[in-house]
């Protein structure tokens, strides 16, 4: 009886052990399932990011008329500096008082001459530097013309010859010279070729020695709305943005520098009521009222805006991944 008693109590003792052993492998392979699954499922390839989908439209504003004055050679742009503007034709600058609007001295180049087309300026300490080239004369050849603005005369100049189209702005910012070289779907008349194209369009940064020191171009959805003509203007906002504009359209498009590739990135667009496109301005000297300005040439008036900037959002930034093994897009 107790063989038999303990021969019973060592096969129960295996079967409960064998029991345990079944139970903890069926855990484990359970385990080892669920394991399986969440690794597939984890390691599944990931899709790739749609392709050529449609740019976000970027959002729109108008900006507000404080001030306009008639000046009788506001063709091409202005320029601006604490106390005066400084209205641009072709051959012409009249420095205006800001406050009265009367102007107050004038230079003229004389029929002929060397300066041909002048675009627009800006105006550093005592200086005016006027974006000037040969338009539409071909091949495109351009210069900066630098004025005192105390006495309006002409005391430099700087020659980029035959470049990469035809300056038509400048402005300093950030220790750097920054501007916009255009080129036009326009045929000139005599001529049988565009005069550059419009996707050739460039604008650049330059040291001070007016060489280049790198260059973007503007996005596609922009160059359709100037052509057949191209970038007119540029100033630098308050907002440390760049401000670009056409030949006719009254819009400025506000852009910033990319963070990769070469075309700069279009953050908003804002209507400016009355402006026929070429140069603006920003006054930058007052940094509790900053001013923009620009000009409507087909009255011969010169506009100061205010501009709503600061309610401009900054743009979702670039969505850049890094995919591991097993994530490896394919």
Request: proline letters at 7%; charged letters at 20%; aromatic letters at 10%.
């Amino acid at each position: 009886m107790r063989e038999s008693t303990n021969g019973g109590r060592k096969a129960m003792g295996m079967k409960s052990k064998n029991t345990v052993i079944g139970a903890g492998a069926a855990i484990a392979v359970a385990g080892a399932l669920v394991w399986n699954a969440a690794l597939a499922t984890a390691q599944a390839p990931v899709p790739p990011p749609a392709v050529n989908a449609p740019a976000a439209v970027p959002p729109t504003s108008t900006a507000t008329l404080n001030k306009t004055f008639n000046a009788f050679h506001a063709n091409q742009g202005v320029a601006v500096d604490a106390k005066y503007f400084y209205a641009l034709d072709n051959r012409i600058i009249t420095k205006y008082d800001r406050n009265s609007g009367m102007p107050v001295l004038q230079f003229v180049s004389p029929e002929g001459g060397p300066i041909i087309h002048m675009d627009s300026g800006t105006v550093v300490g005592h200086r005016l530097y006027v974006a000037t080239s040969d338009y539409d004369n071909a091949p495109e050849e351009s210069s900066i013309e630098i004025f005192d603005t105390r006495t309006m005369k002409h005391v430099g100049t700087h020659s980029f010859g035959r470049f990469i189209g035809s300056l038509t702005w400048l402005d300093r910012h950030d220790g750097r010279w920054w501007a916009g070289f255009a080129n036009y779907d326009e045929v000139p008349d005599g001529q049988t070729q565009p005069y550059g194209g419009t996707d050739n369009t460039e604008i650049v940064t330059m040291n001070d020695d007016f060489q280049v020191q790198q260059a973007w171009g503007v996005p596609r959805e922009i160059l359709d709305r100037f052509r057949p003509m191209s970038n007119s203007g540029g100033s630098w906002g308050p907002d440390n943005r760049l401000w670009i504009i056409g030949h006719d359209l009254d819009e400025a498009y506000v852009m910033e520098m990319p963070d990769a590739g070469s075309d700069l990135k279009w953050i908003a667009t804002v209507h400016l009521p009355g402006v026929e496109g070429q140069a603006i301005a920003w006054d930058r000297t007052s940094s509790r009222k900053p001013t923009l300005w620009a000009i409507k040439r087909s009255t011969s008036q010169v506009f100061a805006f205010t501009v709503d900037y600061a309610s401009i959002k900054e743009p979702a930034p670039t969505a850049y991944r890094i995919n591991g093994p097993g994530h490896f897009v394919q």
